[in-house]
Structures are given as structure tokens and as C-alpha cells.
């Protein structure tokens, strides 16, 4: 649905240069929810705000529903009438909701449709079955300045659907609610994005967001995609960090000449109670370092960190017991034949934790 | 001097200082909103981004309203006449009033039209807007509460001037209260004249602030009306009309 492919963007200002977008490929497929998130400064608005050029591409190309944006050409920042057809076509949510403090509620979600030249009628029509769609019908008459910020992004959802979008970007759209209100927004994004089949493109530097409502997330890192995929196929990618910043898992194993695993499970196999069952049939102590378990996109998924008693190599048979039962392995240390490598695995495993959790920090203190 | 010999000439004096004032503001309203506006759009980052254009403008703009107005009269004699066919009276000293009210309110709008939030701009590009769409459904309407308190500003400082113009053949209450209180020491009488125009200035300010304020309404919290809204502080929109009252008057 969303597809940019090489797409950079440089910054000139005063003679700097800033890139903000190093050759960006991202691929949203139609009507998924698809996270960003990256730390501050990693060029995720620039991304977003390139989707419909309001910012024009240095180099690479956009295409929205089949359509080549990066084509119409506007001159200069002017956007042409066929670029300006193709922006009606796509929704767009905001940090700071930019609802026109001159228009009543309802004047501000027939905006969009003023613009597209709707006759007064229909105009108030869809308004207010949009308000209604976001809860928000008795707030038809007030003035966004007498709305909360959760009902200030309500109607900045109900402005952005007015033109029956097949698409919706959001940029950080819950970044300045409360948690509970960020809470009800995401809801509300995800029931419109399963009734209205509506494609979200959604920038966040939150975690939760993408844990709670996006099928796919990528992470970005000084203008590049880093990581990017469906949720369940980053949990069982081998040292993903979005995974690992999703279900962060840490410990330490207790000591030399044991084996730490990483398991990622998901869906029915969490349910079954593996652990237990690899503890009888093979008769081993597991102990669990760290565990974390929650639902994505409905879907349950946790992380386990155990420990085995043992090397690696004595441990094969479990290990291929676990994979056998559908469950992702990731082995946390490498043990090694001589005596010296005793270190590395400390040193590898060390980074790994450290980077997931820093991300982690990293956003929250925002 | 008895009231009955100076009511006429106190009636006719306001009556002369309503046109000149009414039209001169009119004019420079019309054509200082597009100017400021302009000045906007054209600066660095604009939407409509031209800095020959912008530097001209900016330029002619701030000559206009740095040039002290007795000059600008005595400049703009001959294309006062050629406009109006006379240099003496009220209709011709319409001509340089607007001609320094236009500079004086481009320069506030353009104050008042950057302070819009340039999210509201984004966010109706994204909509699909063109130019024209931001400026009507965006800029000015969101810009009006600061645009009211301009043009308030900008009636308060053309009454000054008319005063100045009113000396050189303009008539109206400045020019009375020259006359005669100054070169006949009617003192009685330029007393008066004096109360009159701090009554209409007082006026005039209070209903553009009162405007303003309950344009401002819908961007503050419901319930408290507009009495209870001028006990507070004052907002920045109208700060400026305040501000500028003391220069201009
Ligand atoms: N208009 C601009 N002019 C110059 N540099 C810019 C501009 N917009 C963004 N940048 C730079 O581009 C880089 C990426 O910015 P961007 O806003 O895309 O980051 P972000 O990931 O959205 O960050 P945040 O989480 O803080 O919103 C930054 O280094 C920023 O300073
Ligand atoms: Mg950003």
C-alpha cells in the first residue's frame, strides 16, 4: 500500500547539510498497522512527512496505492493539483492534533471536505457520522479548545478519515496523552483499522505502541531502516532489537559450564507447559532467568530466559526438544572449547542486553 | 465661546474626522491585509517562497511607515491632487492617510499572521489545500482575533494623523482644536475637543479589545463571559493595540 524505495532526504541549511533519510525502503502492506520507531533525531518524521511530501524526497521514490507520488511534481514547495488529489486520498494524525481554533469541532472535520468542494449538506452529514464513529457527537458544537487532548486527537482522527482515506499516517498521534488516553486512541486506530480496512502508518518512539496495535514495526537508526518485518517474524529473528526491546529479557547464568537460552514462543505453544516437560523427560533443573509474556495483534507472545545445567554440547537433545515443540531458541552464550573464551561469552551476551535495554531507557525518557 | 456657537463646529469637525478616518482605514485595510499577507508567504520558507519580492515589499513597507507622516503629506501633494483634483480638504487627505495607514497595518498583519501555528498550515497541505485555501481557511480566521486588535490599532493612529493632515486644510477635530484653541485661545473650546477625541479613542479601543476578546472566546475555556474576560489579564493579541497606543496617539 505504502511503498518508498531508496528514499533520502537531505536538510540544507546555511550551508549544512543534515540527512535526515539515508536510503530508506519500507514496505506497508494494505491494511496493516506498520510501527516506526527509533530514537529522537533517527529522521522518523521526515519519513512520515515524506509519505505525502510535505517535505520532497532529495532522491528515491514514493508510491501510495499504487501511485507514484514523487512523479507529480509541484513547483518549488508548491504542490501540484494531482499531488494535491493524491494528499485528500491520505489521512494524517498529529503530535499537537492542529485542529483550527476558529472552527467549532465539527467545522474542523469538514475541513478535508470543503477542500474536496462537497456540497454544505453532505459536508455536515459525514461530520457528524465521523464524530459519532469517534465518540465525540455531543462535541459537535464545541470549540477544540474546550476539548481534552484525548478528545482534541478524537476529532483530529475523525478530520484525517473525512476524505475516506485508504490510508492513515500518524505522527507520534498519542505522544502528548496520558497513558490511559494513549490507551483508548491506539483502540480506537485499531478498530478503524479493522472496520474501515484502513492502512496505518504510524511514527512512535514508544514502545507499548507498537506492542499493542502494530502488525509490522521497523526501527530506525540515523535516517536507516535497521529492522523491519512483521512483528512475529522479528520475535524470531536472532538478535533482533526490537525484539529484544519488546520483551526484554535479562540474567546472568549462575555461573560457569551452564547454558543460557533465549526462548521465544507464541500462540498455542505458550500455552503447553514445555518447561515442565523438558524438567521430566530429561530430569534437569531449568532455571528461568527472566520471562516476559504479552499479546500482540491479539496474539500471544512471551520470552524466556533459562538456564541448563551444562555446556551447550550436552545440551543438544534438550535444545533440539525445544525446537522440536515449535518454539524459537536463541543461545545467549557460545560456549567454547578453550579455556580462555570462559570470558566471551559475558562479553557477547553483555552488549546485546545493554542495547535492548537502552533503547528501552532511551524512549521512556522522552 | 457658547456651547451653541461651538456645537456646530464640533459636529461638523467629528463628521470630517469620521471620513477621513473611515475611509483612510477602510483602504488601508483592504490592501494592507493582502500586503501582509504577502510578506508572509513570500519569506524564507513561505509557501509562496520569493525573497526579490519579499525584499521589495518588505522594503517600500518599512520606508512607508518609518517616514513621519507631515512628510509623507507634503510628498504625496501632487498625486493627492492628481487623484482627487484638490489638495484641501477632508476627501484629499484621505489619500496620504491610507497611503500611511497601508504600511502601518501590512506590518501588523504580517506580525500577527506569522504568530499562526505552522502545524495548521501542515496540516491543511496535507488535506490537500492549495495556497489560497491555507490563507482564506487558515491564516486570516485563525489570525483574526490579532487582526481585529491591528485594526484598532491602526484607527487609533490614523485619528493621529488626521490631526496632522487636519492643520494643512484636512478639517476635522485636530484641526478645531488648532484653530481655535491654539491661534484664537479658545481654550474652552480645545478642551473640548480634547474630551471628544479621548471619548472616541477610549471607545474605539474598548470595542476593538471586546472584539477581540470574544473572537478569542472560542480559543479559551466555555463559560466565563466577556465582562468577566476584561477584568483579567490581557492577552498578547491585544497587548500590541495597547502598546502602540501611546506612539500613535
Ligand atoms: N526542516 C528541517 N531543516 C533542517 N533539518 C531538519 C529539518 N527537519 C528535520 N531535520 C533534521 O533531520 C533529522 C531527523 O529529524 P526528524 O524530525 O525526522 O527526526 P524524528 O525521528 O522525527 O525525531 P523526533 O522523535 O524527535 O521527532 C534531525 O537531525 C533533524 O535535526
Ligand atoms: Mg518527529
Keep these: 500500500m505504502i511503498t518508498t524505495s531508496g528514499l533520502t532526504k537531505v536538510y540544507r541549511s546555511r550551508g549544512r547539510e543534515v540527512t535526515a533519510l539515508d536510503g530508506v525502503d519500507l514496505h506497508v502492506r494494505e491494511g496493516e498497522v506498520y510501527g516506526v520507531i527509533g530514537q529522537s533525531g533517527a529522521g522518523k518524521s521526515s519519513l512520515i512527512r515524506c509519505v505525502n511530501l510535505l517535505e520532497r524526497p532529495t532522491s528515491g521514490t514514493v508510491t501510495v496505492a499504487g501511485q507514484d507520488l514523487t512523479a507529480l511534481a509541484g513547483r518549488g514547495p508548491r504542490a501540484g493539483r494531482e499531488l494535491r488529489q493524491a494528499r485528500s486520498r491520505i489521512g494524517m494524525v498529529f503530535q499537537h492534533f492542529n485542529l483550527l481554533s476558529s472552527r467549532t469541532v465539527q467545522d474542523n472535520v469538514e475541513l478535508p471536505l470543503e477542500i474536496l468542494g462537497r456540497s454544505g449538506k453532505e459536508r455536515s452529514r459525514k461530520a457528524l457520522e465521523l464524530l459519532d464513529l469517534v465518540g465525540l457527537a455531543d462535541k459537535a458544537k464545541a470549540y477544540p479548545a474546550q476539548l481534552s487532548g484525548g478528545q482534541k486527537q478524537r476529532v483530529g482522527i475523525a478530520r484525517a478519515l473525512a476524505g475516506d482515506p485508504k490510508v492513515l499516517l500518524s505522527d507520534e498521534a498519542t505522544s502528548a496523552l496520558d497513558p490511559e488516553t494513549t490507551r483508548s486512541i491506539l483502540a480506537l486506530l485499531r478498530d478503524l483499522n479493522r472496520q474501515l480496512g484502513l492502512t496505518v502508518l504510524l511514527i512512535t518512539h514508544e514502545m507499548d505502541v507498537v506492542k499493542s496495535i502494530c502488525d509490522s514495526a521497523a526501527l530506525m537508526e540515523h535516517g536507516r531502516v535497521v529492522e523491519s518485518g512483521t512483528v512475529t517474524e522479528l520475535l524470531a529473528t536472532p538478535g533482533s532489537e526490537l525484539a529484544s526491546a519488546l520483551f526484554p529479557v535479562a540474567g546472568d547464568a549462575s555461573g560457569d559450564n551452564r547454558t543460557v537460552l533465549d526462548i521465544t514462543f507464541q500462540g498455542e505453544s505458550a500455552t503447553q507447559p514445555v518447561i515442565s516437560q523438558l524438567a521430566r523427560t530429561y530430569n534437569i533443573d531449568i532455571s528461568i532467568l527472566g520471562a516476559a509474556i504479552d499479546t500482540v495483534g491479539g496474539l500471544q507472545v512471551g520470552r524466556m530466559r533459562i538456564e541448563l545445567p551444562g555446556r551447550y554440547e550436552d545440551n543438544v537433545v534438550p535444545i533440539g526438544f525445544l525446537r522440536e515443540q515449535g518454539l524459537h531458541i536463541e543461545t545467549v552464550e557460545q560456549t567454547q572449547p578453550a579455556p580462555q573464551a570462559h570470558q566471551t561469552p559475558q562479553a557477547h551476551q553483555a552488549p546485546q542486553v545493554d542495547r535492548a535495554s537502552s533503547v528501552l531507557v532511551k524512549e521512556e525518557a522522552k | ?249
Aim: net charge positive; glycine share 12%; aromatic share 6%.
Design chain 2, 1 to 249: 465661546m457658547t456651547w451653541s456657537q461651538m456645537q456646530p463646529l464640533l459636529e461638523q469637525a467629528c463628521w470630517e474626522t469620521l471620513i477621513m478616518v473611515g475611509w483612510s482605514t477602510l483602504i488601508s485595510v483592504a490592501l494592507g491585509l493582502p500586503i501582509g499577507v504577502l510578506l508572509v508567504l513570500t519569506d524564507k520558507g513561505g509557501l509562496l517562497q520569493n525573497s526579490l519580492v519579499n525584499k521589495v515589499t518588505g522594503q517600500i513597507v518599512n520606508v512607508g511607515r518609518s517616514m513621519p507622516f507631515i512628510i509623507l503629506m507634503v510628498a504625496l501633494m501632487s498625486f493627492t491632487r492628481w487623484i482627487t483634483g484638490t489638495t484641501i480638504g477632508s476627501e484629499a487627505a484621505i489619500v496620504p492617510l491610507a497611503i500611511g495607514g497601508i504600511p502601518f497595518f501590512a506590518r501588523l498583519v504580517e506580525t500577527a499572521v506569522r504568530e499562526v501555528d505552522h502545524g495548521l498550515v501542515e496540516a491543511v497541505q496535507a488535506m490537500g489545500g492549495n495556497t489560497w485555501t491555507i490563507v482564506r481557511r487558515v491564516l486570516v480566521p485563525e489570525a483574526l482575533p490579532s487582526l481585529i486588535a491591528s485594526i484598532t490599532t491602526t484607527i487609533v493612529a490614523l485619528i493621529g494623523y488626521s490631526a496632522m493632515a487636519g492643520t494643512v486644510g484636512g478639517g476635522g477635530l485636530g484641526d478645531l482644536a488648532v484653530r481655535y484653541g491654539y491661534q484664537r485661545f479658545e481654550t474652552g473650546l480645545m478642551w473640548i475637543t480634547v474630551a471628544v477625541l479621548a471619548v472616541v479613542i477610549s471607545l474605539i479601543q474598548f470595542a476593538g479589545d471586546y472584539a477581540a476578546r470574544s473572537l478569542h472566546h472560542r480559543g479559551g475555556r466555555q463559560g466565563s463571559g466577556p465582562r468577566l474576560r476584561l477584568l483579567k489579564a490581557k492577552e498578547p493579541a491585544t497587548t500590541t493595540a495597547t502598546a502602540d497606543l501611546g506612539k500613535a496617539g
